[in-house]
T-cell receptor, first 111, second 115 residues
C-alpha cells in the first residue's frame, strides 16, 4: 500500500462551484499535512499546511485533517478559472524532511 | 530573490549519454532537495542536502544517479549513463528550515527526455 493515496482523476467544475479534494494515508506518524498547487509546466507551490488534526481556513481555501481516519481534505469555495491546476497533498512526521506526496488531482474550472 | 533556478528547462538526450541538471537555491536556504515527477509515480524525493552535506539519498534509484552540492549556491544531479526510463521532470527545491513543517520552494523543473 502506498503511503499516500490521492485519486488522480481529473475534476471539471463550473465557475463558482465548490471543489472538494482528499487524500488518505497509512503512516500514523504523519503530523504535518500540506497542499501544494502546481500549474502546468511549473513547480509546485505551497497552498496551505496544517499541523495535526483540525481545520484551517485561508480565504476561499479550507484544509481539514482527520487523523483518526487518516484522511485529509481541501475545499475551494467560489472556484475561479485561475484555480485550474493540479493539487498535490503532502505529509511528513514532525521534523522529518521526507515529504510523502500524493499523485495529484487535476482541477479544471470552466468559466 | 529570483527563486530557485534550474537549468536547463528542457533536455533531450540519447540513451547512454551523461546528463547533468543544475540548481541554484534561494540564498540563505540551508536545505536543498532533488525530486523527480512522473505520471506513474508522482513526485518522489531523490536526495536532500543540509548545509551542503548529503543527508538522505535513499530515494536515488540506482548508482547511475549522483548529486553534489559543492557550495551553498549550486547543486548538480548527474545521470550516467541515461536510460529511457529516466525520462521525467526533475525538480530542485530549497527550504530555510527543512520540510518538516515549513515550505519548500520549488524551481520550474527540468523536463528530461531520453530517447
Amino acid at each position: 500500500q502506498k503511503e499516500v493515496e490521492q485519486d488522480p482523476g481529473p475534476l471539471s467544475v463550473p465557475e463558482g462551484a465548490i471543489v472538494s479534494l482528499n487524500c488518505t494515508y497509512s503512516n500514523s506518524a504523519f503530523q504535518y499535512f500540506m497542499w501544494y498547487r502546481q500549474y502546468s509546466r511549473k513547480g509546485p507551490e505551497l497552498l496551505m499546511y496544517t499541523y495535526s488534526s483540525g481545520n484551517k481556513e485561508d480565504g476561499r481555501f479550507t484544509a481539514q485533517v482527520d487523523k483518526s481516519s487518516k484522511y485529509i481534505s481541501l475545499f475551494i469555495r467560489d472556484s475561479q478559472p485561475s484555480d485550474s491546476a493540479t493539487y498535490l497533498c503532502a505529509m511528513t512526521p514532525y521534523g522529518n524532511n521526507r515529504l510523502a506526496f500524493g499523485k495529484g488531482n487535476q482541477v479544471v474550472v470552466i468559466p | 530573490d529570483a527563486g530557485v533556478i534550474q537549468s536547463p528547462r528542457h533536455e533531450v538526450t540519447e540513451m547512454g549519454q551523461e546528463v547533468t541538471l543544475r540548481c541554484k537555491p534561494i540564498s540563505g536556504h540551508d536545505y536543498l532537495f532533488w525530486y523527480r515527477q512522473t505520471m506513474m509515480r508522482g513526485l518522489e524525493l531523490l536526495i536532500y542536502f543540509n548545509n551542503n552535506v548529503p543527508i538522505d539519498d535513499s530515494g536515488m534509484p540506482e548508482d547511475r544517479f549522483s548529486a553534489k552540492m559543492p557550495n551553498a549556491s549550486f547543486s548538480t544531479l548527474k545521470i550516467q549513463p541515461s536510460e529511457p526510463r529516466d525520462s521525467a521532470v526533475y525538480f530542485c527545491a530549497s527550504s530555510p528550515y527543512g520540510t518538516g513543517g515549513t515550505e519548500a520552494f520549488f524551481g520550474q523543473g527540468t523536463r528530461l527526455t531520453v530517447v
